[in-house]
């Protein structure tokens, strides 16, 4: 870690244009955020009411009533908030400003004399504040606070709701830490930490980063503090599910630099590992920041859908063993994933290694984007890699599986987290030094990028994923000079940088192309990455025996509309080529052409179960879309991984 960290850029300075990606960022805008604007406000005709403006004027004492919704409903302001904050860094909107505002004036009103900010316990359990930390989510809220007022205030140079925030991180200092009097706890639901740092980067305050890192070392250290407060008198258990408490839940079994795999709740995990990342490096703790590779090699090593999900079981939404990957009845629910990408990016500013943005793309690619239809209005929570509509049924193993996206929530987590994520991917795409611009993801734009003391204005111009040709131009060039590192993906081949018609000098290290360049330049990278059969460890019990198709970052699918029903008779023949298509599909795609076998059913009877019929197989031509885009031509099987013809 004695390398300095690389910087995300500044959101206001990036334009986003892109043939791949626009599409959906400029949803946020067009879309999501009005549409939950109205699903926060109670106006979408069939979809879960939220309550939440209702419940922060409650509080407020503009209006009388009842708090609705869980505990950490909050939160669905919060993450709407932030991503307003980043889209109004993108984009001027007067109008939407001022809706914020007026909802900042709401938050600030409900916020108590001592800077306590939860509606819930405010309006419910006043006598019960801080005494359910194991699920009350009082801190996991908070975090989302902090997270949103940090983003409003990078959008609009507004302090008001930063303010509030800080207000709430100082009551958080005085009530949590190792001293005497205060609470020895930590979250029930890890979030407030990486808030908290957030915090801390924006006001330099440095106690909100001291208690960041008291809550994760103090995580599991001793008796386990939940099972403590869930025998203190007037505890109340909130969620049924967590009746039977095991800290391996809420990672808080052992000391979290003594955990080496993955365990319990996906996002909880996510989360925090993504804080210790950022922690480690502040505080220069080796220890920390081998406790966060170990957990990442576990995860991308042993407990990683392909399409970048995790968190394996449908119960409890957590991690299980490794190589245990089901693919109908999985969870990998969208905020996971991109949990997992906040701790690959933090990963990789530290240690300047482009394998963590194998996999940052992986998820980003495929399940964020699968987790939003491409109209922006409806979202799954839970990613499964293989659907069989009828089967999802209510009061069943597979009754969290949803075959087709659902317009809201009730724990409305993922659609916001989508917007955020979409809104803020220029944070991905670039990551900054002092003399150093790094280029992580493939996606056309234009930016204006802080160097240490300088700006360098970048440009990127590409059609991938569908096409492997990146133009990159960097103009104002220090007179000093400066690095320029283009990652390599894991499944380029014949990785080329040309400059002026000739190959540009580069050495590679860790994965990207590193290029001195003394004036401005454009260069532009191509490589080959068609589509291609891959095939899971064959510890992964679920996958064995079957090939997934891949081109690039895409993971892709075969779904009924295109391929007719059961696809579990299928077989792919992995020997033959796989054809390539343009596609008007979903603003254009490269289908896949697939050549393989299906199982006859010719032999079978009507209610005959078994039978000695030998097994038929006939040619077919199947094909294939990206993972992403499954479930937008209507309800249907799909699957990801089919078995391979041998
Ligand atoms: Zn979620």
């Given at each position: 870690?004695?390398?300095?960290?690389?910087?995300?850029?500044?959101?206001?300075?990036?334009?986003?244009?892109?043939?791949?990606?626009?599409?959906?960022?400029?949803?946020?805008?067009?879309?999501?955020?009005?549409?939950?604007?109205?699903a926060?406000?109670?106006?979408?005709?069939?979809?879960?009411p939220?309550?939440?403006?209702?419940?922060?004027?409650?509080?407020?004492?503009?209006?009388?009533?009842?708090?609705?919704?869980?505990?950490?409903?909050?939160?669905?302001?919060?993450?709407?908030?932030?991503?307003?904050?980043?889209?109004?860094?993108?984009?001027?909107?007067?109008?939407?400003?001022?809706?914020?505002?007026?909802?900042?004036?709401?938050?600030?009103?409900a916020?108590q004399?001592?800077?306590?900010?939860?509606?819930?316990?405010?309006?419910?359990?006043?006598?019960?504040?801080?005494?359910?930390?194991?699920?009350?989510?009082?801190?996991?809220?908070?975090?989302?606070?902090?997270?949103?007022?940090?983003?409003?205030?990078?959008?609009?140079?507004?302090?008001?709701?930063?303010?509030?925030?800080?207000?709430?991180?100082?009551?958080?200092?005085?009530?949590?830490?190792?001293?005497?009097?205060?609470?020895?706890?930590?979250?029930?639901?890890?979030?407030?930490?990486?808030?908290?740092?957030?915090?801390?980067?924006?006001?330099?305050?440095?106690?909100?980063?001291?208690?960041?890192?008291?809550?994760?070392?103090?995580?599991?250290?001793?008796?386990?503090?939940?099972?403590?407060?869930?025998?203190?008198?007037?505890?109340?258990?909130?969620?049924?599910?967590?009746?039977?408490?095991?800290?391996?839940?809420?990672?808080?079994?052992?000391?979290?630099?003594?955990?080496?795999?993955?365990e319990?709740?996906?996002?909880?995990?996510?989360?925090?590992?993504?804080?210790?990342?950022?922690?480690?490096?502040?505080?220069?703790?080796?220890?920390?920041?081998?406790?966060?590779?170990?957990?990442?090699?576990?995860?991308?090593?042993?407990?990683?859908?392909?399409?970048?999900?995790?968190?394996?079981?449908?119960?409890?939404?957590?991690?299980?063993?490794?190589?245990?990957?089901?693919?109908?009845?999985?969870?990998?629910?969208?905020?996971?994933?991109?949990?997992?990408?906040?701790?690959?990016?933090?990963?990789?500013?530290?240690?300047?290694?482009?394998?963590?943005?194998?996999t940052?793309?992986?998820?980003?690619?495929?399940?964020?984007?699968?987790?939003?239809?491409?109209?922006?209005?409806?979202?799954?929570?839970?990613?499964?890699?293989?659907?069989?509509p009828?089967?999802?049924?209510?009061?069943?193993?597979?009754e969290?599986?949803?075959?087709?996206?659902?317009?809201?929530?009730?724990?409305?987590?993922?659609?916001?987290n989508?917007?955020?994520?979409?809104?803020?991917?220029?944070?991905?795409?670039?990551?900054?030094?002092?003399?150093?611009?790094?280029?992580?993801?493939f996606?056309?734009?234009?930016?204006?990028?802080?160097?240490?003391?300088?700006?360098?204005?970048?440009?990127?111009?590409?059609?991938?994923?569908?096409?492997?040709e990146?133009?990159?131009?960097?103009?104002?060039?220090?007179?000093?000079?400066?690095?320029?590192?283009?990652?390599?993906?894991?499944?380029?081949?014949?990785?080329?940088?040309?400059?002026?018609?000739?190959?540009?000098?580069?050495?590679?290290?860790?994965?990207?192309?590193?290029?001195?360049?003394?004036?401005?330049?454009?260069?532009?990278?191509?490589?080959?990455?068609?589509?291609?059969?891959v095939?899971?460890?064959?510890?992964?019990?679920?996958?064995?025996?079957?090939?997934?198709?891949?081109?690039?970052?895409?993971?892709?699918?075969?779904?009924?509309?295109?391929?007719?029903?059961?696809?579990?008779?299928?077989?792919?023949?992995?020997?033959?080529?796989?054809?390539?298509?343009?596609?008007?599909?979903?603003?254009?795609?490269?289908?896949?052409?697939?050549?393989?076998?299906?199982?006859?059913?010719?032999?079978?009877?009507?209610?005959?179960?078994?039978?000695?019929?030998?097994?038929?197989?006939?040619?077919?031509?199947?094909?294939?879309?990206?993972?992403?885009?499954?479930?937008?031509?209507?309800m249907?099987e799909?699957?990801?991984?089919v078995?391979?013809?041998v």
């Open positions: 870690m004695e390398q300095q960290k690389l910087h995300s850029i500044d959101l206001k300075k990036i334009r986003i244009k892109d043939s791949f990606w626009s599409k959906h960022v400029n949803l946020v805008k067009d879309e999501i955020i009005p549409y939950q604007w109205d926060m406000n109670d106006r979408i005709p069939g979809a879960e939220s309550h939440c403006l209702d419940n922060f004027a409650i509080a407020a004492g503009r209006q009388t009533g009842e708090h609705y919704g869980a505990v950490f409903q909050d939160t669905d302001i919060a993450k709407w908030l932030e991503a307003v904050g980043f889209s109004l860094a993108a984009n001027a909107d007067s109008k939407l400003e001022e809706t914020a505002d007026e909802v900042i004036d709401l938050i600030a009103e916020q004399d001592d800077g306590y900010l939860d509606t819930y316990f405010i309006i419910k359990e006043p006598n019960r504040k801080w005494k359910n930390l194991c699920e009350g989510h009082e801190l996991y809220t908070a975090g989302h606070m902090m997270e949103a007022a940090v983003a409003y205030y990078q959008g609009t140079g507004k302090e008001k709701f930063l303010n509030v925030v800080k207000k709430l991180a100082d009551l958080l200092c005085e009530t949590f830490g190792e001293e005497e009097g205060k609470i020895h706890a930590y979250p029930g639901h890890q979030e407030v930490e990486v808030g908290l740092i957030k915090l801390y980067y924006v006001t330099g305050e440095r106690r909100y980063l001291d208690l960041a890192k008291y809550f994760i070392d103090a995580r599991g250290v001793g008796e386990n503090y939940f099972l403590r407060e869930r025998k203190e008198p007037g505890y109340r258990n909130i969620f049924p599910e967590l009746v039977d408490y095991q800290p391996t839940y809420s990672q808080s079994d052992r000391p979290v630099r003594e955990q080496n795999a993955a319990g709740h996906a996002v909880r995990a996510a989360y925090m590992y993504s804080a210790m990342a950022e922690l480690a490096y502040e505080y220069q703790d080796q220890e920390l920041m081998d406790a966060c590779v170990r957990l990442w090699n576990n995860i991308v090593g042993k407990q990683m859908y392909i399409t970048g999900g995790i968190g394996a079981s449908g119960i409890l939404e957590r991690f299980t063993t490794d190589y245990d990957l089901p693919n109908d009845c999985n969870y990998s629910e969208s905020c996971a994933s991109i949990g997992l990408a906040m701790f690959g990016i933090r990963m990789a500013n530290i240690t300047r290694d482009a394998a963590y943005i194998d940052v793309e992986r998820a980003l690619y495929n399940t964020v984007l699968a987790g939003i239809a491409l109209d922006g209005k409806s979202f799954f929570y839970v990613n499964p890699l293989e659907v069989w009828d089967n999802c049924m209510e009061r069943t193993s597979k969290h599986v949803k075959p087709v996206r659902q317009k809201w929530f009730g724990v409305a987590c993922c659609p916001p989508i917007a955020r994520t979409l809104a803020s991917m220029g944070q991905y795409i670039y990551s900054a030094g002092e003399a150093e611009l790094y280029v992580n993801l996606i056309s734009n234009e930016a204006e990028i802080d160097l240490g003391s300088v700006s360098v204005q970048a440009e990127i111009n590409t059609k991938f994923p569908f096409e492997n990146v133009e990159i131009t960097v103009n104002h060039v220090p007179l000093d000079g400066m690095t320029l590192a283009v990652r390599i993906p894991q499944y380029a081949r014949n990785y080329q940088v040309m400059t002026d018609g000739k190959a540009a000098a580069y050495c590679v290290e860790k994965g990207y192309a590193l290029l001195t360049l003394d004036k401005d330049i454009r260069i532009t990278v191509s490589f080959e990455a068609p589509a291609e059969y095939r899971a460890n064959p510890n992964v019990r679920a996958d064995c025996g079957k090939a997934a198709v891949v081109r690039g970052p895409l993971v892709y699918c075969l779904e009924e509309i295109d391929n007719g029903k059961n696809l579990s008779e299928l077989y792919v023949d992995t020997s033959r080529e796989i054809e390539e298509t343009d596609s008007e599909l979903f603003g254009g795609i490269k289908k896949l052409t697939l050549k393989g076998k299906r199982i006859g059913e010719a032999d079978w009877n009507e209610g005959e179960l078994y039978g000695r019929h030998p097994l038929t197989l006939t040619d077919v031509t199947l094909q294939a879309i990206p993972y992403a885009y499954w479930n937008n031509r209507g249907g799909m699957t990801v991984w078995r391979e013809l």
